[in-house]
């Protein structure tokens, strides 16, 4: 064919018909001067949404809603749903007396438990009990389920990777062949072994990306708190910040997940700053303000807030005399092993 014949149409239009298009035309667009999340502040009010948990939690069966939870989606992300861009969040509801069917997936998951006791989740065969303030893990194609033997509601956090692992897509599901599974080790015996700091198993190491920890308990971060004091300067953004760590590796907890808690001290002012990875807050206990871009985002005791990738934040702890202590999640650990981690302090 001659450049003449070839020349007789839109010549946009031939090439878009051969599978390409012309870069020119989107440059801009592919290479940004620097990112630009969909997803917003965004800030979920427990206070608001726990009387509806609790409203479907009686009105729904088992069988008409397996899993209770309210996904709390962000108003950029709102098909597919998700909390930030590679995150998720949800508050799950279960009741005494009922369980939840085994399954796995690919997606990590973890549960920080809001309120209640007498629950417990099984991951692989062991029976992990929750508490409030404890932070349960479901590593990635681990069998887990649920189930209520004591009194009153019980309400936790659900964070998962799935937005992440769907936009690889490279996600399996798979439902347990029992409704539940059948415990076939120590109740808690991961984290009875793990949780004791420095000392681990020696017996049988099996080093994994993924935490042997069932379960990180309250009373052991509140130690750790207590253990500090005032005595460490913490962070000028984030106060004195823990992060939750697995024990053969010192790294995150999961591959994909970091987990983190942070007391802010009472009238804490923090700097502003802003890094690659998007963040997902649970105030486990206080009030205050952070301000994401410019954007007051007022919360109270059991609130979630939304920090997406690259939006400056500031905290603040509104109180003069009482802590705020503030459990977070991000996609620190799957930025940084592509190594596109940034953060910048903005002045």
Not at 271 to 292: D, K, L, M, N
Request: glycine share 8%; aromatic share 10%; proline share 7%.
């Amino acid at each position: 064919m001659s450049q003449a014949n070839l020349m007789t149409g839109d010549p946009y239009d031939a090439i878009a018909r051969l599978g390409t298009a012309p870069l020119w035309r989107y440059y801009g667009n592919l290479f940004a001067a620097e990112p630009k999340s969909r997803a917003v502040p965004y800030r979920w009010s427990y206070a608001a949404l726990r009387p509806y948990l609790l409203h479907f939690a009686d009105v729904l069966s088992l069988e008409e809603a397996e899993r209770r939870v309210l996904m709390l989606v962000n108003p950029g992300l709102t098909e597919p749903p998700a909390t930030t861009t590679n995150l998720y969040a949800g508050i799950q509801v279960i009741l005494p007396g009922e369980t939840a069917q085994a399954h796995r997936h690919t997606a990590g998951a973890f549960r920080f438990i809001i309120e209640g006791n007498g629950a417990y989740t099984t991951v692989n065969g062991e029976r992990v009990h929750m508490r409030p303030g404890d932070l349960l893990l479901t590593p990635g194609w681990h069998w887990h389920d649920h189930a209520h033997e004591g009194d009153g509601p019980m309400l936790w956090l659900d964070g998962l990777d799935y937005p992440l692992v769907n936009a690889l897509e490279v996600g399996f599901f798979e439902l347990y062949s029992e409704r539940t599974q059948k415990a076939d080790v120590p109740d808690d015996i991961s984290s009875r072994q793990f949780i004791h700091g420095r000392l681990t198993p020696a017996w049988d190491p099996k080093p994994s990306a993924n935490s042997p920890i069932g379960n990180y308990p309250w009373e052991e971060t509140s130690r750790a708190f207590d253990a500090i004091a005032d005595d460490a300067s913490g962070s000028d953004a984030d106060g004195v910040v823990l992060e939750y760590t697995n024990p053969w590796t010192g790294g995150p907890v999961m591959p994909t997940i970091g987990c983190r808690i942070a007391r802010l001290r009472p009238g804490f002012r923090g700097v502003s700053r802003r890094q690659t990875p998007s963040t997902i807050y649970h105030v486990v206990r206080g009030e205050g303000v952070t301000i994401v871009d410019g954007q007051r985002l007022e919360w109270g005791e059991k609130d979630v807030f939304a920090v997406p990738g690259w939006a400056a934040y500031e905290h603040r702890n509104a109180s003069l005399s009482d802590d705020a202590i503030l459990f977070s999640y991000s996609d620190t650990p799957a930025v940084t092993a592509l190594g596109l981690y940034r953060e910048e302090y903005v002045r």
